[in-house]
């Protein structure tokens, strides 16, 4: 008995024992886990807060006179709400009036919604963030948004989160946009190319650093910190782009390219005397969704490297004068418009029978240039031809600003393509490639009187208002050609407009001057034969004093007859019409009396300080003295009349304004602005706050 009762006490004790070392198990995990989960706290915790980088507001890019924004960063910002940072008496105190004014602002709550979202967020630790509103919001919205109730009293005390999101924005929408360039999709902070890829070193600026705790949402608090730094805005870049000549370069090349489905087209204009690009543009087709439409997506005139045609028969020529000092007027050749050249047809496009060598240039004959290199060089002295493409600065790179540009190429004896055909064939621009922009740089030399300039597009680097860099581009002391050579070049350049393959561009609001050029396109079986043609045009104006050089290219146009005098010529003729009414300190002085009369009266309607400047330009008699729009000036009595346009039912009248003058006096009035049509707005209807332009 004393026995069972012993056995069951042991049992019984080691059973206790267990339960007791269970207990104290159970115990130690808890207390365990409790300072595991304080460890873990601390860690997210630490986690959350951490060292950010703070992006810089990036440069402007600017036109010529250094006010025209052709790229800018405009501030956006995501508006976000710490719904637990304000004390409970000053969010007990605020919320009402900030919920009312939440929704007259954004009209898609009612106040009773915003109330209950932001009470309930705040009751929710884990998702005590909120973000106000799903879309971004502007600079001039926020202005006003940081007077609400809490937003008021700063991130730190009412809880308000302004996010920025900066924005790179074109105010001139596409025009120029290859050669302003764009920002990597990704972090929207690197150039990708044009001036952005160029200059990003000095537009990007510096950035600053932030320490910051994430909240729920993946949102980030900025918190007060002695390694918070700020960032260093970026320097602005000012371009020699006038945005006046832009919109007309633009505008002429786009017409033309779209009549004639071409491929692309580019057009450069740049003053002469010293280098500064004043317009350069690009455009590209492009089919989408069977849909024709011409892009700035690729920069043809610095990149676009080819055969140039008949455009080179200038450097030939002048090699010829510069090596045999020929006169205009001498006998050149007697063109049949075919001969052989070691079993291979050399052709021409007409018959020109016996001509000079003004007219083999004059008229573009191949047959022509053909004799006068063979008299001159022989078939096989292509390294002394090649001596003067390397005096004209055509086989050298011009050192672009832009980043991208190709050397020129062309053979010499040595070269390992040479032939016996190479050398006729290059006089008249085959076998050999140059880009429209180092070609336009020969053709300004000539304009010039002789003096090579660099083109350049960007003059200077600004820190606010001071000027950090100037740029001074590289100028020839020496000619390239002798003055009797370039006299003779300036003179046949105006003979082609005169009574050349250029006449169809003679009549015009001011002489011009250039040289026609059509290439057969190249292609792996050879040159085309089936009608695909470079064309380009390449000149000067006005004619007897070069103020502007132009080029214009257009790839591959379809139709018949699509030759260079057809194409790009009148493009040509159109940009230096509409430049040299635009430009009145080029005009002959005999004119200028009358020419301010008509280009007063050209000006339909406009801002009174536009006007005055135009009436200070054009030097008019009478200056505008009121303010608001006014009507062009009209001619009475030899004197000028301003009249002022009256609103129309609180809008603005812009009948007779440009669209570029209307739709900024439109926007800034609340209105949303649709516009059919080119030219000046002919008529305009408002329904709601929606008005709707004829252009014409």
Known sequence: MSSIKSQIQSHSLRVFIGISLFGVIILYGIIRIQSNEELVNKAVEKSLIFEEEIPAMRGNIYGADGKSLLATSVPYYYMGLDTDQARDDLFDHSIDSLSYLLSRFFKDKSKQEYKSLISKRRKDPKRRYLRVVSRRISHQEKEVLQTFPLFREGKFKGGGIFEPVPTRSLPFNSMAMRTIGSLDRDTKTKGLFGIEYSYNAYLAGKNG???????????????????????????????????????????????????????????????????????????????????????????????????????????????????????????????????????????????????????????SCNIGIYKLIERTFGMKGIDQYVEYVNQFNLDKPIGFQLKGEKKPYFKNSEDKTYSRSTLPWMSIGYESSISPLQ?????????????????????????????????????????????????????????????????????????????????????????????????????????????????????????????????????????????????????????????????????????????????????????????GILKAAIVKNDSLIWKKLNEDDGMPNVRGMTLRDALPLLENKGYTVRHRGLGKVKDYALSGSTVSLVLN
């Open 209 to 363: 650093k932030a320490l910051v705790k994430r909240l729920a949402g993946g949102v980030k608090l900025p918190l007060e910190s002695d390694i918070n730094t700020e960032a260093k805005p970026g320097m602005d870049v000012v371009t020699t782009i006038d945005v006046n000549f832009q919109d007309i370069v633009e505008s002429a090349l786009r017409k033309k390219v779209e009549q004639t489905n071409a491929s692309y087209g580019s057009a450069i204009v740049m003053e002469t005397a010293t280098g500064e690009i004043k317009a350069i543009t690009n455009l590209t087709k492009r089919v989408r969704n069977g849909e024709t439409f011409y892009l700035e997506d690729m920069n043809h005139a610095v990149l676009g490297s080819t055969d140039p045609g008949s455009t080179f028969k200038l450097a030939s020529i002048m090699a010829v004068l510069e090596e045999k000092g020929i006169g205009l007027d001498d006998y050149a050749a007697n063109c049949t418009g075919k001969i052989m050249h070691h079993g291979l047809p050399f052709t021409c496009d007409h018959v020109h029978g016996d001509i000079t060598v003004r007219q083999v240039f004059e008229k």
């Open 439 to 627: 070609m336009m740089a020969f053709y300004n030399a000539v304009a010039n009187d002789g003096y090579w300039v660099e083109p350049y597009l960007v003059k200077e680097i600004r820190e606010g208002n001071q000027v950090i860099e100037q740029y001074v581009p590289r100028k020839s002391s020496q000619r390239i050609a002798s003055s009797n050579t370039i006299e003779a070049a300036q003179e046949m350049m105006r003979g082609v407009v005169d009574h050349g393959t250029g006449a169809g561009i003679k009549d015009g609001f001011c002489k011009v001057a250039g040289k026609t050029g059509t290439a057969q396109k190249l292609s792996k079986q050879g040159y085309s034969k089936q009608g695909k043609y470079y064309t380009s045009f390449m000149g000067f104006f006005p004619a007897n004093q070069p103020k502007y050089t132009c080029v214009v290219v257009i790839d591959n146009p379809q139709g018949t007859g699509m030759y260079a005098s057809k194409v790009c010529a009148p493009v040509f003729r159109e940009i230096a019409d509409k430049i040299f009414a635009y430009d009145v300190k080029i005009h002959p002085a005999q004119q200028k009396q009358y020419e301010r009369r008509l280009l007063a009266l050209q000006q339909k309607a406009g801002i009174s300080t536009d006007l005055q400047e135009i009436a200070e330009e054009l030097d008019l008699p009478t200056e505008p003295n009121s303010d």
